[in-house]
């Protein structure tokens, strides 16, 4: 069974461009999460959806950051306009369930704005 | 602000040796979660615990879930060069179960 897969792998944009991340999860996982590590800090929730609703989006930086998962499948994080600050690496997760149930985490994507 | 505290930063051990690191925070969580990071993957989950005083093992790894249920340690025997990675703790705090809160991460390098 394929895991959770992310969109591009890297990416490198200029400050003031747009970016769209996409990730992919476990099939049949209704909770998706998103986190993001920025250099030398630790990983940290972004937001949660389950199935198309958002639970939970109060780790979201803000309103530059726009989060969908039209159908309940599959999301896109979408940065625009990137700043300098928002390098860093976007991991996405899944879950079968909400609340004690392991995340299985995607490789992340790794966004550098120049 | 910083939630969890995790030390050491970086550990450099010899192969073969034990190895031990461990997670403080003074909030109360309600799990607590070890898992590793190799170079280009995200993170995986090697040991979830879910109650105070919880010890549970997988493998050479060894985790428990502190009394005061704000601390947890991670122990790994006998390591192997394949040991070599990111090891971060996690949890989660009342009443959000599903928001993972992690630490810095102890960079694990291995000495042949």
């Known amino acids: 069974e394929a895991g959770v897969t992310q969109f591009p792998s890297h990416s490198v944009i200029e400050k003031g461009q747009t970016v769209t991340l996409r990730c992919d999860p476990i099939s049949g996982h209704d909770n998706l999460y998103w986190y993001r590590r920025v250099m030398g800090k630790e990983i940290k929730f972004l937001l949660h959806?389950?199935?198309?609703?958002?639970?939970?989006e109060s780790g979201m930086p803000n309103n530059r950051f726009l989060a969908e998962r039209t159908g309940g499948t599959y999301s896109t994080l979408k940065v625009q306009p990137a700043e300098l600050e928002d390098s860093g690496v976007y991991f996405c997760?899944?879950?079968?369930?909400?609340?004690?149930?392991?995340?299985?985490f995607g490789p992340g994507t790794r966004l550098l704005v120049l | 602000g910083q939630q969890l505290n995790q030390s050491p930063q970086s550990m450099f051990i010899q192969e073969g040796e034990d190895v031990s690191m461990n997670c403080t925070s003074s909030s109360i969580f309600n799990t607590w979660l070890w898992y590793k990071q190799d170079p280009g993957e995200g993170p995986v989950l090697l040991i979830a615990l879910y109650k105070a005083g919880e010890l549970t093992s997988n493998g050479r790894l060894t985790a428990q879930f502190g009394i005061t249920r704000k601390d947890s340690f991670l122990n790994i025997s006998a390591s192997i060069p394949s040991d070599v990675g990111i090891y971060f703790c996690?949890?989660?705090?009342?009443?959000?179960?599903?928001?993972?809160?992690f630490g810095k991460g102890t960079r694990l390098h291995i000495l042949p």
């Open positions: 996690a949890g989660t705090r009342p009443p959000l179960d599903d928001k993972i809160i």
């Open positions: 959806f389950v199935k198309e609703s958002k639970q939970d």
């Open positions: 997760a899944s879950s079968l369930r909400s609340g004690q149930e392991t995340q299985y």
